[in-house]
């Protein structure tokens, strides 16, 4: 697992923080990247972001409230879609 965000929250304003947790990739995604993006179920990225959670509870967080990779559907892209200069909607277009 790897971790990278911006977190204000010890600043005591409304200010958002963000979050990008990843875990190994399987399933569908392994063929182009040895990590994804693990996608937690509302309920889990809530209390992922309480204040004080122990790693225990991070752990168990990982194995109970993260979207299984079952419930994605994977699409073919271009190798454009890697890009981060490239934009426009021929990037979501259906390989064919």
Same mark, same amino acid.
């Given at each position: 697992?790897? /971790?990278?965000?911006? #977190? @204000? =929250?010890?600043?005591?304003?409304?200010?958002? $923080? =963000?979050?990008?947790? #990843?875990?190994?990739?399987? %399933?569908?995604?392994?063929?182009?990247?040895? !990590?994804?993006?693990? +996608?937690?179920?509302? *309920?889990?990225?809530?209390?992922?972001?309480? &204040? *004080?959670?122990? $790693? %225990?509870?991070?752990?168990?967080?990982?194995?109970?409230? /993260?979207? @299984?990779?079952?419930? =994605?559907?994977?699409?073919? +892209? %271009? !190798?454009?879609? $890697?890009?981060? %200069?490239? &934009? *426009?909607?021929?990037?979501?277009? @259906? +390989? #064919?």
């Amino acid at each position: 697992m790897a /971790a990278i965000g911006s #977190t @204000p =929250f010890e600043r005591g304003d409304d200010a958002e $923080g =963000f979050l990008i947790v #990843t875990s190994a990739a399987d %399933k569908g995604l392994v063929d182009i990247h040895d !990590r994804r993006p693990l +996608v937690l179920s509302p *309920g889990a990225a809530r209390e992922w972001m309480r &204040q *004080g959670i122990s $790693g %225990k509870e991070v752990e168990e967080i990982i194995t109970d409230g /993260a979207v @299984p990779t079952d419930k =994605f559907t994977w699409h073919a +892209v %271009k !190798r454009s879609v $890697g890009n981060v %200069k490239n &934009q *426009g909607e021929e990037l979501i277009k @259906p +390989v #064919t």
